[in-house]
């Protein structure tokens, strides 16, 4: 609630514009009416880390969004390749708690430990009509389940109105004995008898 405006553009980030916590939610239906997935770049590029010793700079994946351009696939930077990877991108997914409901967006390694399976096993699947069953299995199998999520949020203008994206960083299983601690403290803290304010003696 008290995240900044998004920077103009040109502008450096505000610290302050990105806020991460962790919360244990339950996953609603899995939905997907498209691709939940997009041909992505896999040209190595810096990584922008730095090197450790007398190691080369580490590298990563590209991973933009790729187009098919002649007999080439072609991303905004310019690389070419003959076969793009294929990446998880889940949009508006609805987690829930006591407490409510919220949609998130996930990514790739979220998107596998979330489904079992990396992008291009369901691409596959989603791509052969014949195998429909086995995507919905998929999605089914990953719906109604708890996680301990970690979520970024941050403000962004979309469609001249400014919104809050709230994006899974990294899941895992519920560690309930460290939820119910968490938990416990909080009872305890509302439970706490008030300290006894010192009256002056008149």
Known sequence: MNL?????????????????????AT????????????????????????????????????????SLEGQFWTCASGHTCQ???????FQRQQISDHTGSLDISFFDEVGKQVLG???????AAWEDPEKEAQ??????KASYKRYSFRLKSQR???????????SAESVSAPDYVKEGNRMLEEIKAVLKPPVPQNVAGG
Request: net charge positive.
């Open 27 to 66: 996953f609603a239906s899995l939905s997907a009416d498209k691709a939940p997935y997009y041909a992505a770049c896999p040209e190595l590029v810096d990584s922008g880390r730095q090197p450790q010793g007398n190691e080369p700079p580490p590298k990563r994946q590209c991973n933009k969004k790729v």
């Open 4 to 24: 900044p405006p998004p920077s103009a553009p040109g502008q450096a980030q505000d610290p302050k514009s990105v806020a991460r916590h962790y919360v244990m």
């Open 83 to 89: 076969r793009p990877v294929h990446r998880y991108l």
């Open 135 to 140: 995507v919905q299995q998929h999605l089914i």
């Open 117 to 123: 399976c990396d992008a291009e096993e369901l691409a």
């Open 156 to 166: 962004e203008v979309w469609q001249e109105e400014t919104r809050t994206k709230v």
